[in-house]
């Protein structure tokens, strides 16, 4: 059984950077669909940026795309979100999300059938 578990979170000043981690247990470091989302109070759930662990395939949302970067650590079994410039339009609860056989698009919530608990990301102005 996948299990993830995110770290990293905190309040940073726009413009600032942070970097989450979502540490896996129980499963390869290679072939699985990896992502982040993120959701804001009152929002729908949004997909920031995806791989395909253990190949160099990305994939970003527009609205991140240049500040956000996704990577993948084999021996800590970890992907790490490393996200720069944030905006406070960036606050939303994270999470890390993980699927075997994704069923959907990269950056859609409903391809994902394992997630973390979040961890909170808070952009002041």
């Known amino acids: 059984q996948v299990q993830l578990v995110e770290s990293g979170g905190g309040s940073v000043q726009a413009g600032g950077s942070l970097r989450l981690s979502c540490a896996a247990s129980?499963?390869?470091?290679?072939?699985?669909?990896m992502g982040w989302f993120r959701q804001a109070p009152g929002k729908e759930r949004e997909g920031v940026a995806s791989?395909?662990?253990?190949?160099?395939?990305?994939y970003y949302d527009e609205s991140v795309k240049g500040r956000f970067t996704i990577s993948q650590d084999n021996a800590k079994n970890t992907v790490y979100l490393q996200m720069n410039s944030l905006k406070p339009e960036d606050t939303a609860m994270y999470y890390c999300?993980?699927?075997?056989?994704?069923?959907?698009?990269?950056?859609?919530?409903?391809?994902?059938?394992?997630w973390g608990q979040g961890t909170q990301v808070t952009v002041s102005s």
């Open positions: 129980g499963y390869t470091s290679s072939g699985y669909s």
């Open positions: 999300a993980a699927a075997r056989y994704r069923r959907g698009g990269w950056l859609d919530s409903k391809a994902y059938d394992i």
């Open positions: 791989m395909y662990t253990g190949t160099s395939i990305t």
